[in-house]
């Protein structure tokens, strides 16, 4: 049985989501059909590329992934197929898939020509479903496009490195639900600058000079539990998908507050590291 996951900013509270599960369950009634996320923030191309290349290697080898994210077709906005890591991918060429294929090379990368066939203005229900479909009974690539060999690049993927290799300028890329901010600092990226030396994480005016292993690090467990007030402490990780996280532990935005409400942060502010020679 073929899975087709979707991931858009379409919300729950309209009928885009819904229709397009209804279009895939009337060409292909016996797929299985899995959300990976609706509530993508409109037009965000950053945040949906951290999400689908967090979460589409769970899913079997050939798997279809839609992306409706900033869907519609334009001179400067194109429809592309891809098949990467024994995955297949429809969505916009503007920039998603750049993140997933900047770690895995893309076996094959096709521009979607069949939009003269089909009248749309949902292109999401009226020409992903379409190669979505196509893909799952077994439809080649190049019946459904013209191979290209290169994807758009999604701005500031890469965080800036000064020239002496002592400050790395990053970004925030995504906030997750307990309003923890991630950054665009890999751990590998950040290694690989650090070489033992000391540093300090900079965002706003917090600054921290330890990254942990795990959110429970900063707890001293040698503290009688109902003496240690570590709820909403400040801390910085590599998270499980290894890119340097700013978080407040057991963060909530009912109570203690999160990263993101406490210390100001939003998408795209900068994040330093600076390395002590």
Known sequence: MSIITLTTDFGEKDHFAGATKGAI???????????????????????????????????????????????????ENKHIAVQLDDHYFVCANNGIMSMVANEIAPSKIVEINIHDKIESSFPVLDVFVKVACHVARGGT???????????????????????????????????????????????????TLQKGRDYEVSARNYKFKKIHTKYSDIINFETPEGKRNDEGRGLVVFNSSNYLEIAIYKSNNQTVGSASSLMGLALRDT???????
Request: proline residues 6%; glycine residues 4%; charged residues 20%.
């Open 141 to 191: 690539l190049e019946v459904i496009g013209k191979t290209i060999n290169e994807i758009k690049p999604i701005k500031n993927l890469v965080p800036y490195v000064n020239d002496e290799k002592t400050q790395i300028i990053g970004s925030i890329i995504y906030i997750d639900n307990y309003g923890n901010v991630i950054t665009n600092i890999k751990k590998s990226f950040f290694e």
């Open 25 to 75: 369950y009337s060409e292909l009634p016996e797929v299985k059909i899995v959300d990976i996320s609706h509530s993508v923030s409109p037009f965000n191309i950053a945040e949906a590329a951290y999400i689908i290349q967090n979460a589409y290697s769970s899913f079997p080898k050939g798997t279809i992934h839609v992306i409706g994210i900033d869907s519609e077709i334009s001179p």
């Open 271 to 277: 994040v330093t590291i600076n390395f002590v020679k």
